[in-house]
């Protein structure tokens, strides 16, 4: 068995969240902690390092609000590549493959986690050292790449999926765009509020349903 | 390979078609129904706990596993096909009620011209000003002997909508463009959203004649024919590719499987995936499948009923050597034939208020039909055909949503600049839709591909299809019809242009594949006949929208359930009694 891998950060980053162990059972990180460390599913730390500066390159927190780092993306982006999807079982890949129209879409051979360890070979172990200049101009480089725009889609979803999936800690995507999370009912509001901005306090699905949701990255790859 | 006991009716398929037919027959006759399902059991309580954006509406937890079994596609014969990978342009169901269980809910019926097409638009133009390779063809059946069995429908899922012609009497409010219908809708319209609100005030304003958007989301409490209740929609805003967690949205699992579940001469088998129709002699003999297992079985039958999606629908006709494929180069032949999709289009708009978009359910929203099927077209550019333009509010999620900006807003799509832009346009842009007729033409069908194979080593299903000079028009008229409406909206459209661009399957589009084992009044045109009884093998009858020559502009569930109660009379009165070919 792979060695335990952990990714060390400040609590304060994460503010004071949900999160699943590699056991799928759900601790509370305390903000008041100091570090935490967070079982790895997939990344090695030093991977996790290298995409979470990724992610903050993309989304990242600056005035306009917290971004990739406080919602935790890489930890989302780590069950997700450990889970069924990184391994591709719910893509078609069977052979042969070959290039086609981009209206095709992708067409390769590689899964998430293949590319992802090619798309983190390319960055360089140390992504996360180099001035944030650089870190841009890289990524700029990588723009076009597969990697590049799974890294981009994954960091989105990362920011607003529910946070049973290992992002969007402390509902902090949500608050960010004025999402509410799943309710119950609109039932007496949808025909109310017209031009003005209604934003009701986010919960997540665990909140809403009072009890543990089950993510599909948890079902066996 | 197991034998197994004989039935009288196999079905194959448990979606809207399959138990639709199986509810007919189970609760009018004595007949013992099997449905076989290749998906897994589905239930109400399955669904408590799907609102989740991620799972559902991005990773699609809700379809058939692509990995097991996709299409290919190529956009002309001369080109090589690949596979379609991940999905995009549509989105196939699995399990029991098919894709009816994370459908939108549109139900429209559609316009009476598009039932006698060759024949409505060789009088309107004349033969010589249709495309030379125009394949829309008449159904052999009409919009008046489809009626009772629309009303049928509507009732089973409790339609909710707003008549626009009751009768031939035509009624402010509703779609007067629509076809006469003997009854109002079962429950009245949806609420409104904010933009359907003033999608609606907009367009009246400039003459066109809006009217809500007849849902299978219930807008009140109701209680089918069949004494089936369900709750009114609370506009979650989780509809498409969601189960409705509290049974609002009509799904073969709420309606027809209550009722279902009551008759002993009914099973339904999951997990069992048909891979033959066994026949021998012009006489389907039952069919055989594959269980979750491995294990295979045969399961003979008196009848045959093929009922899953379009897609295997045709790969099974195919892989069962029944029928005469299509050749697009001699003309000859029919299975695969008339293959379609819908044109999609329409126009971002752009507000300075907040929407509220994250409320909603599949079909809020309001639409026009003053240019659906010909309307207001004089064909002399062409364009001979258009479709409904909507402004819809399904409930907008935070993951599909962030990031629509106007164009050069935003050097990049990631980085401090367009986050900022993001946040800065989030819930202020909505998306005026065309709903358009795909019209059939001869180099658009389907056929087994040369190379890739489903998990069983079986070969998929091939597409060839593209978009043509038609269909471009379309969706050029359907924005410049927008970019006159967004105004009187207060919105801003954008100003890309449609790009006349070729067919993709990476971008979601709809779920409405059409054709390949189309009906038609004879066996050298069609597959079926217009009781889709297969020409071939008269104890085979073959259901859903592969039936549809080419597509109306309406979203075509509705359709294709009128089309399979009009089947099942035909089964249940004439052939049961006395099996023969009926036409």
């Given at each position: 068995?792979k ?6 950060i400040p609590a304060s980053?994460l503010?004071g ?10 601790f509370?990180?305390?903000?008041q902690?100091?570090t ?7 990344f090695?730390?030093?991977e996790?390092?290298?995409i979470?500066?990724?992610c903050?390159r993309?989304?990242?927190?600056d005035a306009?609000g917290?971004?990739?780092k406080?919602?935790?993306v ?7 590549l450990?889970?069924?999807y990184?391994a ?10 070959v ?12 899964n ?13 172990n140390?992504f ?14 990588m ?7 799974l ?13 049973m ?5 402390g509902l902090?995507g ?12 609109y039932k007496e509001?949808?025909d ?16 809403i349903?009072?009890r543990?949701?089950?993510?599909w990255?948890d079902?066996k790859? | 390979?197991t ?5 009288d ?10 138990l639709?037919m199986a ?6 006759t004595s007949v013992?129904?099997l449905?076989?399902e290749?998906g897994?059991?589905?239930t109400?309580a399955?669904?408590a ?6 799972d ?5 937890r809700?379809?058939?596993?692509i ?12 080109d ?7 999905y995009?342009?549509f ?9 009816g269980e ?6 429209f ?9 060759r024949t409505h ?6 033969a010589a000003?249709?495309p030379?390779?125009?394949?829309v ?8 002997q489809?009626?009772?069995h ?5 009732q089973?899922?409790g339609?909710s909508?707003k008549?626009?012609?009751l009768?031939g009497?035509l009624?402010?409010?509703?779609n007067i463009?629509e ?6 809708y079962p429950?009245?319209?949806?609420k409104?959203s904010?933009?359907?609100f ?9 003459g066109y ?8 989301n219930l ?9 089936v209740?369900?709750p009114?929609c609370?506009y979650?805003g ?9 049974g609002?949205?009509?799904q073969?699992t ?16 999951t ?7 066994v026949?021998?002699n012009g ?10 297992n491995g294990d ?25 050597k029944i029928?005469?494929?299509y ?8 299975l695969g ?10 126009a971002?708009i752009?507000?300075?208020?907040p ?7 599949g079909?809020?929203?309001q ?5 659906d099927?010909?309307n207001?077209?004089t064909?002399?550019?062409?364009l001979l055909?258009l479709?409904m333009?909507?402004?819809n509010?399904n409930?907008?999620l935070?993951?599909?949503?962030f990031?629509?900006l106007?164009?050069?807003?935003s050097?990049?799509?990631w980085g401090a600049?367009?986050k900022?832009?993001s ?14 007729e795909h ?5 658009n069908?389907m056929?087994?591909?040369?190379s890739?194979t489903?998990?069983f080593?079986d ?10 000079d ?8 359907a924005?410049?019809?927008?970019a006159k ?7 801003k459209?954008d ?6 661009a ?13 054709g ?13 006949n217009?009781?889709l009884q ?12 592969s ?8 979203n ?14 035909a089964v249940i009165?004439?052939y ?8």
């Amino acid at each position: 068995m792979k060695r335990r891998e952990f990714l060390t950060i400040p609590a304060s980053a994460l503010g004071g969240t949900l999160l699943y162990t590699l056991a799928r059972e759900p601790f509370r990180l305390q903000a008041q902690e100091g570090t935490v460390k967070v079982p790895l599913r997939f990344f090695t730390a030093g991977e996790a390092r290298v995409i979470a500066t990724a992610c903050e390159r993309i989304f990242p927190s600056d005035a306009n609000g917290p971004g990739a780092k406080e919602a935790g993306v890489v930890i989302y982006i780590d069950r997700q590549l450990a889970g069924p999807y990184g391994a591709d079982k719910y893509r078609y890949t069977k052979g042969p493959f070959v290039d086609s129209y981009p209206e095709h879409g992708y067409q390769g051979k590689e899964n998430p986690r293949e590319t992802y360890h090619q798309g983190i070979a390319k960055l360089g172990n140390n992504f996360d050292e180099l001035p944030v200049a650089e870190q841009i101009q890289k990524l700029q480089s990588m723009e076009k790449t597969h990697f590049f725009q799974l890294l981009r889609a994954h960091t989105i979803e990362g920011m607003f999926s529910d946070p049973m999936h290992g992002g969007n800690a402390g509902l902090i995507g949500w608050q960010l765009v004025g999402f509410p999370g799943p309710r119950m009912s609109y039932k007496e509001d949808i025909d109310q509020h017209f031009g003005a901005e209604f934003r009701p306090k986010p919960a997540s699905l665990e909140q809403i349903m009072r009890r543990p949701g089950k993510p599909w990255e948890d079902e066996k790859a | 390979m197991t034998n197994l006991k004989p039935v009288d009716v196999a079905i194959i398929g448990g979606g809207w078609t399959g138990l639709a037919m199986a509810k007919e027959l189970v609760s009018r006759t004595s007949v013992s129904v099997l449905a076989l399902e290749r998906g897994a059991p589905r239930t109400l309580a399955d669904y408590a706990m799907d609102m989740d954006e991620l799972d559902y509406a991005i990773r699609l937890r809700m379809m058939q596993n692509i990995a097991e079994e996709t299409i290919t596609h190529r956009h002309s014969a001369r080109d090589s096909a690949v596979p379609v990978r991940q999905y995009g342009s549509f989105h196939p169901g699995t399990g029991v009620g098919g894709a009816g269980e994370h459908w939108t809910g549109m139900c429209f019926r559609f316009m009476p011209d598009i039932f006698t097409l060759r024949t409505h638009l060789t009088e309107k133009h004349g033969a010589a000003h249709l495309p030379a390779d125009l394949a829309v063809q008449d159904w052999g059946v009409t919009y008046d002997q489809l009626e009772p069995h629309y009303w049928y429908a509507e009732q089973m899922m409790g339609v909710s909508g707003k008549a626009g012609n009751l009768g031939g009497k035509l009624i402010d409010g509703g779609n007067i463009f629509e076809s006469p219908r003997s009854q109002e809708y079962p429950t009245p319209p949806l609420k409104h959203s904010y933009a359907s609100f003033l999608f609606k005030e907009a367009t009246r304003k400039l003459g066109y004649h809006p009217y809500p958007t007849p849902a299978a989301n219930l807008s009140e409490n109701f209680t089918n024919p069949d004494g089936v209740t369900r709750p009114g929609c609370v506009y979650c805003g989780h509809c498409s590719r969601f189960g409705c967690m509290i049974g609002a949205k009509s799904q073969p699992t709420n309606t027809l499987l209550p009722v279902l579940r009551k008759h002993k001469s009914f099973q339904l088998r999951t997990g069992s995936w048909v891979r033959r129709i066994v026949h021998e002699n012009g006489r389907a003999t039952g069919v055989q499948f594959t269980d979750a297992n491995g294990d295979e079985f045969f399961q003979p039958a008196e009848t045959v009923v093929l009922a899953s999606f379009t897609l295997n629908n045709v790969r099974l006709l195919y892989l069962s050597k029944i029928g005469t494929p299509y050749d697009p180069a001699a003309g000859k032949g029919t299975l695969g034939r008339n293959l379609t999709h819908q044109v999609q289009g329409g126009a971002r708009i752009f507000f300075d208020k907040p929407l509220n978009a994250f409320m909603g359910a599949g079909c809020v929203g309001q639409r026009i039909s003053d240019y659906d099927g010909g309307n207001g077209l004089t064909g002399e550019d062409g364009l001979l055909r258009l479709g409904m333009l909507s402004a819809n509010s399904n409930g907008e999620l935070p993951i599909a949503s962030f990031g629509a900006l106007p164009p050069g807003t935003s050097k990049a799509n990631w980085g401090a600049e367009w986050k900022a832009a993001s946040l800065q346009w989030r819930d202020r842009v909505a998306q005026l839709s065309l709903a358009g007729e795909h019209m059939s033409y001869r180099q658009n069908y389907m056929d087994l591909d040369p190379s890739y194979t489903d998990k069983f080593g079986d070969p998929l299903l091939r597409f060839t299809l593209n978009w043509t000079d038609h269909e471009y028009k379309q969706q050029e008229f359907a924005y410049d019809l927008s970019a006159k409406i967004a105004p009187a909206m207060g919105a801003k459209v954008d100003p890309t242009r449609p790009s006349r661009a070729r067919y993709n399957v990476i971008q979601y589009q709809s779920t409405h594949i059409q054709g390949g084992a189309m009906m038609g009044a004879t066996p050298e045109t069609s597959v079926v006949n217009p009781y889709l009884q297969h020409w071939d093998v008269p104890n085979l009858w073959v259901l859903g929208a592969s039936s549809f020559p080419q597509n109306a502009s309406g979203n075509p569930t509705l359709t294709a359930l009128a089309v399979t109660y009009w089947a099942a009379d035909a089964v249940i009165n004439k052939y049961l009694k006395h099996p023969r070919r009926l036409a």
